[in-house]
C-alpha cells in the first residue's frame, strides 16, 4: 500500500491536470546519468532501396579495416573508428543501437563521441577522408556518393552537432553539404540509404577524386557509416520513404484498428523522395483502396504536385473522399510519378495493410512480428504511465482496455493501474478523467497475452475531445511487464513520467493498449410513442426494461458483455404498445453490461452495472 499512497500523493501534488497543449513535447533531461536511460534512441528500419543492376565504380564495406580512408582528430575526445556493435556505450545502457542492415554486416566505421569522463560542454571535430579515387570509368554517366548510416543526437539543442559530406577532386578544396540536420532523438528513416549526386562536381576530373565525412560537436550517440559506393544513378528516380493513413479528425491520429461506428473519410499521405539526377516536376502519387475481399473501391490522383531536386523530399497528404464500412482489413497502394517519368520503377511503389475496421476496438499498435517490452519511461525510472493518444469520432461509452502482458513469468502478481486523461474540446488542459490503482492482479494465465481489462463503470466518450490512455505498474520486478509495436508517428505515445510530470515518447513502437467501446447512438429519438429505458441501474438481481413502441416488429433483447459477446437473448417478436419485463442476472459477474435493443429501424445500446 506504501506505494499506492507514494503515487496517489505524486498526482494531488501535481493538480491532477498537465500542459496546456494536446501534443505535449517530449522532454529531455541532459544530466549525464540519463544518457543510457531506457529508449532513448528513435529508430525505425524504412531505408530506401536502390536498383540492384546500377553499374559501381568504387566500394568499401571497412571489412578489413579502413583501406584508404584516414582518420583524423581536429578536436576533442571523438575518434572515427571500426566496430561491430555500434557506440562505445555504458554498461548501464538499456537503449538499443542498430546494427547497420548492410549486405556487409561484419564491422563499419563509427564517430564515437561517446567517451567516458566527457560531457556535451567539450567540443569535438573530426573527419574520416578518403584516398585517391580513379572514377575515369564512369565518363558519361550520373554517379552518386552513396552510403549507409545510423545517426542519433543527444546533447540540447544549443550546443551544435554537424554531419557533412565532402568531394575534392583535388584533395584541398571541399564541396561540401550537411545532412542529419535537426535529426535529435525524434523518429526518422534510420538506417538509411544516403545518395548524394556528385556528377556536376567531378566532371572533368573524374581520375582524382576525394571523399570525405566531417563531423562537429559533442559528446554524441555516434554517426555509424558503412557500405560507401560510387553508384550510377538514373536520369529520373523517384521513391516513395514513408507513407500515412488518418483520418480527417481534429488531431489527425493515425490507427491500426478502428471501429465500425468510428470510421471517417481516410486521408492519405507519403515522403516522396528524388533520387535521381534530374529535377523532378509535377512529383505526386497515384493511390488505390482495396475492401477486405482485395476488391478494389476507390482510387485517383493527388491534387498536389512538387519540385524535388536530388536528394530533396516532401510530403503530400490527399483527402480521398472514401470511408471504410466494412469489417476486415483494407489495404492501400501508393506509386510515384512525375512530369519526366522513372527510369527504376522497381522503388515507386508502397503497399499498407494495417488498417483494420472492428466491431469494438481501436488500436495504433499492429501487434505483429517481435515486439518490445516496456520496462519504464524513457530516460527515467521509478513508476509512470504511458499509453496513446485517441479521438473518437461518435458519443459513445468506453468499457474497458485490452492490453498485452510480456512474456515474463516473473510478473505474476504485478498490479495494473488505468490512468485516463482528457483534453476537451475548447479546452485549455488536460484533466484526470478515470483512475483505477488497482485494475488488475496478474495470473500465470495473462503472461504473454492480450488481456481485457473492464472499468469500473462505463465512460462516456465524446468528439472532438482527446483521450490519453494510459496503463502503468507497481514495478517490484525488472522484467517489462507491457509490450509495444507497429509504427506510427512520433509523439503520439504520450503519458506521465514518476513525478506526475507528462512525457512524449521518443519511439514510434505503440504500446499495446487498446480501448473497447460500445456504441450507445439510438436508432431514433425517444418521443411519446417510442421509448425504451431500463431500471434500476446499478442492478443485482433483476434488471427491468421498458419499452413503448408503435408497430416495431422482430424486437429481441441482447445483453452483451465488455467484450462484445452476447451472453442472453430475449426475443419479443411485435411490440405494439408499452411492454415491461425483467431479466434475470443470475450467474453473471459484477461489472459493466450492455442490453442491446433491435428492431427493424436498427439497434439502440444503454449500459448498466451489475453489482
Known amino acids: 500500500m506504501k506505494k499506492i499512497y507514494t503515487l496517489l500523493g505524486i498526482l494531488l501534488l501535481s493538480g491532477l491536470s498537465f500542459g496546456q497543449s494536446p501534443y505535449q513535447i517530449a522532454q529531455y533531461d541532459f544530466a549525464q546519468n540519463q544518457k543510457y536511460a531506457p529508449n532513448g534512441i528513435t529508430y525505425i528500419r524504412k531505408p530506401h532501396t536502390q ?106 539543442v544549443e550546443t551544435s552537432d554537424h554531419t557533412y559530406l565532402g568531394v575534392s577532386t583535388d584533395g584541398t578544396n571541399w564541396t ?89 473519410e481516410l486521408i492519405i499521405g507519403a515522403i516522396i523522395k528524388n533520387i535521381g539526377h534530374n529535377t523532378q516536376t509535377g512529383a505526386t502519387f497515384n493511390y488505390e483502396i482495396f475492401d477486405p475481399s482485395m476488391t478494389s473501391v476507390a482510387s485517383g490522383t493527388a491534387n498536389t504536385t512538387i519540385i524535388l531536386d536530388n536528394m530533396q523530399q516532401d510530403t503530400i497528404f490527399e483527402a480521398t473522399g472514401y470511408t471504410p464500412s466494412s469489417l476486415g482489413t483494407y489495404t492501400i497502394r501508393w506509386n510515384t510519378t512525375s512530369n519526366e517519368g522513372d527510369d527504376n520503377v522497381s522503388n515507386d511503389t508502397i503497399w499498407d495493410d494495417h488498417l483494420e475496421i472492428t466491431e469494438y476496438t481501436y488500436a495504433t499498435d499492429y501487434n505483429e512480428g517481435s515486439a518490445e517490452g516496456i520496462t519504464n519511461w524513457p530516460l527515467l525510472t521509478g513508476e509512470a504511465f504511458f499509453g496513446n493518444l485517441y479521438e473518437f469520432q461518435t458519443q459513445d461509452i468506453m468499457a474497458a482496455l485490452d492490453v498485452k502482458i510480456a512474456n515474463n513469468s516473473s510478473n505474476v502478481g504485478e498490479i495494473i493501474i488505468i490512468s485516463i486523461y482528457r483534453f476537451a474540446d475548447g479546452g485549455t488542459q488536460w484533466d484526470t478523467y478515470y483512475d483505477d490503482y488497482d485494475a488488475h492482479t496478474l495470473t500465470a494465465s495473462d503472461i504473454g497475452n492480450i488481456i481485457t481489462i473492464p472499468f469500473a463503470s462505463g465512460l462516456d466518450v465524446f468528439p472532438l475531445d482527446l483521450y490519453l490512455i494510459t496503463v502503468g505498474q507497481y514495478a517490484t520486478t525488472s522484467e517489462p511487464l507491457f509490450e509495444k509495436q507497429g509504427d506510427i508517428g512520433w509523439n503520439y505515445i504520450q503519458g506521465r513520467d514518476e513525478n ?112
Not at 572533368?204 to 571523399?211: F, R
Not at 559533442?218 to 536520369?235: E, K, L, T
Request: charge should be negative.
Open 51 to 156: 536498383s540492384a543492376d546500377r553499374a559501381n565504380f568504387y566500394t568499401e564495406n571497412f571489412d578489413s579495416g579502413f583501406g584508404i580512408w584516414t582518420p583524423a582528430i581536429q578536436q576533442g575526445p571523438a575518434d572515427f573508428k571500426l566496430t561491430q556493435y555500434g557506440h562505445k556505450n555504458s554498461a548501464s545502457n538499456t537503449f538499443q543501437i542498430p546494427s547497420l542492415a548492410s549486405s556487409t554486416p561484419t564491422q563499419w566505421v563509427i564517430i564515437d563521441s561517446d567517451s567516458a569522463n566527457t560531457s556535451y560542454t567539450n567540443a569535438e571535430a573530426a573527419t574520416l577522408t578518403s584516398g585517391l579515387i580513379d572514377l575515369s570509368s564512369s565518363s558519361g554517366q550520373n554517379i552518386a556518393f552513396e552510403f549507409e548510416q545510423f545517426f542519433a543526437e543527444w546533447q540540447p
Open 176 to 264: 561540401e553539404i550537411e545532412i542529419n540536420e535537426g535529426v535529435g532523438r525524434n523518429a526518422r528513416s534510420n538506417p538509411e540509404i544516403i545518395s548524394w549526386d556528385i556528377t556536376d562536381i567531378v566532371s572533368g576530373s573524374l581520375s582524382t577524386v576525394y571523399l570525405r565525412f566531417r563531423w562537429e560537436g559533442a559528446w554524441n550517440y555516434g554517426w555509424q557509416i558503412d557500405n560507401v559506393q560510387i553508384n550510377d544513378i538514373p536520369d529520373n528516380d523517384l521513391t516513395i520513404t514513408e507513407t500515412w493513413r488518418t483520418y480527417s479528425s481534429n488531431a489527425g491520429l493515425q490507427y491500426s484498428k478502428i471501429p465500425q461506428a468510428h470510421t471517417e
Open 500 to 611: 506526475g510530470d507528462n512525457r512524449g515518447f521518443f519511439d514510434r513502437l505503440a504500446p499495446i493498449v487498446r480501448p473497447r467501446i460500445i456504441d450507445e447512438v439510438g436508432v431514433e429519438e425517444e418521443s411519446e410513442n417510442n421509448f425504451f429505458t431500463i431500471y434500476p441501474n446499478p442492478a443485482q438481481d433483476n434488471l427491468n426494461v421498458y419499452m413503448s413502441f408503435e408497430k416495431s416488429k422482430k424486437t429481441k433483447i441482447n445483453v452483451v458483455d465488455i467484450s462484445g459477446k452476447i451472453i442472453r437473448t430475449v426475443n419479443l417478436g411485435n411490440v405494439n404498445g408499452s411492454k415491461n419485463f425483467s431479466i434475470s442476472l443470475e450467474g453473471m459477474s459484477t461489472g459493466v453490461y450492455f442490453i442491446e435493443l433491435v428492431n427493424e429501424s436498427g439497434k439502440e445500446v444503454k449500459k448498466f452495472v451489475k453489482k
